[in-house]
């Protein structure tokens, strides 16, 4: 059997060499300054290097992502300080107009950078809506519920959904439970204001509890190669009617500025049937998916990676979906207490 332990001889040289190490690596730290790579010029470059290498948008937005190369990369050096350099990759993300393309400094001194469009609030207020529900039922937290429905008068029923971030089977659950609850309704107003996001899978499972029938809705690929043109193969989303109960009577799908991400998504597929009419304001207009990257200064950003369409390859990146019928509401009007945009909705589902 080896023994081992180390001679002590073989110890101090061991411990004599590890010192010289460290002494030599102490020195480099001192006369090198900040690690290598870390500089304003290498993080520059390694976030224009990513979206050239990852950004699914180019094509959709026009945007040359070489000429904002030539006109970035000469203000950049390595005296500039960092606040000076996260104003400066702010204002090159800035050209993006992405609503999921953002930046974050973490402490010592947080900042954070989004790229997309800033819409006012104060269009949508749902302790209103709620006063005007003559039932209500939550799911989910009583405090902050993730879904709210119930019956507006006239005996429509009313489903207002707080985001779409749980997995599919949450909604599949929920829905065994409210679909059995508006069998009797004449028609219904589902709220998708304000649905920042979520799973598009979740999306997709929700939709197929009002699909009378197949349909594709949306297409997306994914940037997968150093080339701008490099992309997978696309990717077919389909409607697809749920075996369990389903609702076929005429639906209303209200939408905002605010209805972003997988809520477009959702609305996308919704707005394929025929039973259905969205109402209301163009949605927010950011759609890929956005997985994150890390700066060598350690700050995060993110990087839209697909490029999503409708079944007939029209991308409302950047601008939003329309909807079928323009209704608007002013914070004024709301706080006076009058959402017309609901308004609107029951009229038109009265037939009105």
């Not at 101090?12 to 460290?22: D, P, Q, R, W």
């Not at 508006?182 to 999306?203: F, Y």
């Not at 049937?273 to 995060?300: C, Q």
């Amino acid at each position: 059997m080896k023994n081992s332990k180390i001679s002590n001889s073989r110890y101090f040289k061991a411990v004599l060499l590890m010192g010289m190490i460290g002494m030599l690596l102490s020195c480099n730290d001192l006369m090198l300054g900040e690690e290598p790579g870390n500089t304003p010029t290498r993080n520059f470059q390694v976030m224009w290097n990513e979206f050239d290498r990852m950004y699914a948008l180019f094509e959709v937005k026009n945007i040359d992502w070489d000429e904002v190369y030539a006109e970035y990369e000469p203000r950049v050096n390595d005296n500039i300080s960092s606040n000076e350099l996260f104003d400066l990759l702010s204002e090159m993300l800035g050209v993006l107009n992405d609503g999921h393309v953002w930046m974050v400094k973490p402490e010592p001194g947080f900042r954070r950078y989004d790229s997309g469009p800033v819409y006012p609030e104060g269009d949508f207020n749902l302790a209103l809506v709620r006063s005007k529900l003559v039932e209500e039922m939550l799911i989910g937290n009583a405090s902050a519920p993730d879904i709210i429905y119930g019956k507006l008068e006239g005996n429509l029923g009313y489903i207002y959904l707080e985001n779409l971030g749980q997995m599919p089977g949450f909604y599949q659950e929920a829905m065994d439970v409210i679909m059995p609850y508006m069998k009797g309704t004449l028609g219904l107003v589902i709220d998708a204001r304000g649905i920042e996001g979520g799973d598009d899978r979740s999306s997709q499972a929700l939709a197929g509890y009002f699909a009378k029938k197949s349909l594709t809705y949306m297409v997306t690929k994914f940037r997968n190669g150093p080339g701008r043109q490099d992309f997978t193969s696309p990717i077919i989303w389909n409607t697809t009617p749920s075996s369990r109960d389903h609702y076929d009577k005429d639906v209303a799908v209200l939408t905002n500025r605010h209805t972003g991400s997988a809520g477009e998504t959702f609305v996308l597929a919704m707005k394929t049937m025929d039973h259905v009419k969205v109402i209301g304001d163009y949605t927010f207009g950011a759609f890929s998916d956005n997985p994150k990257r890390e700066l060598p200064n350690g700050w995060i950003y993110s990087i839209s990676t697909g490029d999503f369409r409708d079944a007939s390859g029209v991308s409302f990146e950047g601008t939003g979906i329309p909807p079928q019928q323009v209704v608007l509401n002013t914070r004024e009007e709301i706080e006076a207490g009058l959402d017309r945009v609901l308004e609107a909705a029951i009229l038109e589902l009265k037939g009105i």
